[in-house]
């Protein structure tokens, strides 16, 4: 158990809908990360948050968006919904200060979009 | 910016043999980290080993054991004695520190009894 945990583990939804999935970090944690996993591909950044405040953006999608609040949980919004969102969504929390800042995965909420 | 390369998609070998899976990467950085994370049936993401660029000595966790090699950007993975759970996707990822990590597309291991 990596102490980071993700809701809900499975999400079934249909193209043009709008879902959310929720991350808490492990306690201490600042730092939060947004990975994509497509069928059997790597994991693809998409966004990260240090203690409230977006600080870095990799290839996400103007239809999705992300926040974290002053307790530190995370939210993913995805919205407008297409089959080829189908994916696993990682979330990963770290210090974010001391070096090599290992990060911590939670189990993943898998979306299918029908 | 930085890429990962895993080249082999899949390897099989017999429970107790060893095995070796190759990653490459490139960077302009001096400083980063490398790391192998194993994803099983579960899809859980699990780091196996982790390397520091700026240290010679290879890491070595328990059967795991890295050859990282900084000049040829090249760090690779050797697992002794497999055993059946060690059956997993592997993933190479590449990091500076604070910020995303970088992975590879993953090499599937099957150890078969």
């Known amino acids: 158990d990596s102490g980071v945990t993700q809701t809900p583990k499975h999400l079934i939804t249909a193209t043009g809908q709008r879902v959310t999935l929720r991350c808490s970090p492990r306690s201490g944690d600042l730092s939060v990360y947004w990975y994509q996993q497509s069928l059997d591909q790597g994991l693809q950044f998409l966004i990260q948050y240090y203690n409230g405040e977006e600080r870095a953006k990799g290839n996400i999608l103007e239809r999705f968006s992300a926040q974290q609040f002053p307790d530190l949980h995370s939210e993913l919004n995805l919205s407008s919904l297409e089959l080829g969102d189908s994916a696993l969504y990682f979330c990963?929390?770290?210090?974010?200060?001391?070096?090599?800042?290992?990060?911590?995965f939670g189990p993943g909420t898998r979306l299918t979009v029908l | 910016a930085q890429t990962v390369t895993q080249s082999q998609p899949e390897m099989s070998v017999q429970e107790a043999e060893t095995v070796t899976l190759s990653c490459t990467y490139d960077t302009s950085e001096s400083n980063y980290y490398l790391f192998w994370y194993k994803q099983p049936p579960s899809r859980q993401m699990i780091l196996v080993i982790r390397q520091e660029a700026y240290k010679q000595q290879n890491a070595t966790e328990n059967r795991f054991s890295v050859n990282f090699q900084k000049a040829a950007k090249s760090f690779s993975l050797k697992i002794s004695d497999s055993q059946l759970g060690d059956t997993a996707m592997y993933f190479c990822a590449f990091g500076l520190g604070a910020q995303k990590l970088v992975f590879g597309q993953g090499t599937r291991l099957t150890i078969n009894p």
């Open positions: 990963a929390s770290s210090e974010g200060g001391t070096l090599p800042d290992e990060q911590f």
